[in-house]
């Protein structure tokens, strides 16, 4: 099974520094981290030699610390499954999410979920990868999601959520239209009463708010991009019932019309983050599937 390490190399102005400082410095590592593969043989080396962090390292020198899992702790279970890989490295992978499938595993669905799929696509490839999500998306939403394949990784991905690092732009078709072609629906978001499931914008609810815009008029219905600054739990869906315009689909927000689509109508279709090690910007995009493109005029669908 391979593993994923990374690596510097000790140049000049380096020398001296304390394995430890170069770590958490030069390479970005937290203490959470450390403290999972420090103990390891192959856990913080120089030249291949494992080494206490306190060690100063010297010019020439290689330093490598282990980043994938030392144990498999997730419970994820391997499963065969279809997977949509946009994007694949040895620090992450991106996902094109079929509608219908959960992200995660839970009751009563334990090895038919991305993560089920994921571990199952690690076996395979010979990785020792866990399953590291970084955010997640309804079992209705389609479209594109990021997990981490360590938690190095998975770090430094979660701290870029909500921030212009980590940009997602979700396509939607709602019933009606919005007060206006664009504009930010600022409602705090909370259990509803009586309701395991539903969410509701409520006085003591969380701060949530949603940026929207205009993509295309579709007659009784509206084509839209939205983006979130927070991430709270079916925050697009109850933000648009709120005001007036659910999602064209939805069951628990507003009206089921299974002649239309079986689910409520929501994509991600655009992603944007940096690369957890290299710093790269990524992009990448995911067609709208085939149950949203039908509620579109062709001529509309870009």
Not at 117 to 125: I, N, P, S, T, V
Not at 285 to 294: E, G, H, V, Y
Request: hydrophobic fraction near 40%; aromatic fraction near 4%.
């Amino acid at each position: 099974m391979s593993a994923r390490y990374l690596t510097l190399n000790i140049t000049p102005e380096l020398a001296g520094l304390e394995v430890n400082t170069l770590l958490r410095r030069r390479l970005g590592l937290s203490g959470t981290v450390l403290r999972r593969v420090k103990w390891l043989e192959d856990g913080v080396t120089l030249d291949g030699a494992r080494v206490n962090v306190r060690v100063r390292a010297q010019e020439g020198q290689t330093l490598a610390v282990r980043l994938t899992d030392p144990v498999i702790s997730s419970g994820v279970a391997p499963a065969p499954g279809p997977l949509d890989i946009v994007y694949e490295d040895g620090d992450l992978v991106v996902l094109n999410k079929a509608p219908g499938v959960l992200v995660h595993p839970g009751h009563g669905h334990f090895d038919d979920t991305l993560g089920n799929f994921l571990m199952y696509h690690y076996k395979e490839c010979g990785e020792e990868s866990d399953f590291h999500p970084v955010h997640r998306l309804d079992k209705g939403t389609s479209g594109l999601v990021v997990a981490a394949k360590h938690p190095h990784a998975q770090e430094k991905l979660k701290n870029q959520l909500h921030s212009g690092a980590f940009r997602r732009v979700y396509l939607a078709v709602c019933d009606g239209a919005p007060p206006a072609p664009s504009g930010v629906i600022d409602a705090p978001i909370g259990r509803a009463e009586g309701s395991l499931m539903a969410r509701e914008v409520r006085p003591d609810g969380r701060p949530a708010r949603t940026r929207y815009k205009v993509a295309r008029p579709l007659g009784p219905r509206t084509l839209l991009e939205l983006e979130l600054d927070t991430g709270r739990t079916h925050q697009i869906r109850v933000h648009m019932a709120h005001i007036g315009c659910p999602l064209t689909g939805d069951f628990l927000y507003g009206r089921e019309d299974r002649a239309l689509i079986a689910r409520p109508a929501l994509h991600s279709a655009r992603l944007e983050l940096l690369h957890p090690v290299t710093g790269e910007r990524l992009r990448f995009a995911a067609p709208l599937p085939a149950d949203m493109a039908a509620l579109i005029p062709k001529e509309d669908i870009s």
